[in-house]
Nanobody, 126 residues
Framework: QVQLVESGGGLVQTGGSLRLSCAPSGRTFSILAMGWFRQAPGREREFVAAISSGGLSKHLADSVKGRFTIARDNNKNTVYLQMVSLKPEDTAVYYC???????????????????WGQGTQVTVSS
């Protein structure tokens, strides 16, 4: 079992920045493919970003390319989502997700993620 704890959400104005962190525990972090998803009220959960277990492969949703960055520090057992130039449409609950270690990279395939965090709220005011 893997426990995921997100942090770093909050309220920012349009154009502001936030950095989300996710620190899995319960399994060797370096073998886990990681991802970030988000869900806005009344909408389905959508893919935001993904990173391979070694950190070399990354993928971002088109809606956040050029504004969001995903990174991981396997020495600190943490994955990050750096968000800049935030827009009101980025408002959502952001979820960290982890594979079970069987795949080095999952990407946007939601079915490849086995473990999910509780989510952290990001609110961007206009």
């Amino acid at each position: 079992q893997v426990q995921l704890v997100e942090s770093g959400g909050g309220l920012v104005q349009t154009g502001g920045s936030l950095r989300l962190s996710c620190a899995p525990s319960g399994r060797t972090f370096s073998i886990l493919a990681m991802g970030w998803f988000r869900q806005a009220p009344g909408r389905e959960r959508e893919f935001v970003a993904a990173i391979s277990s070694g950190g070399l492969s990354k993928h971002l949703a088109d809606s956040v390319k050029g504004r969001f960055t995903i990174a991981r520090d396997n020495n600190k057992n943490t994955v990050y989502l750096q968000m800049v130039s935030l827009k009101p449409e980025d408002t959502a609950v952001y979820y960290c997700a982890a594979s079970d270690g069987s795949r080095r990279y999952v990407g946007a395939d939601v079915s490849g993620y086995v473990f999910w965090g509780q989510g952290t709220q990001v609110t961007v005011s206009s």
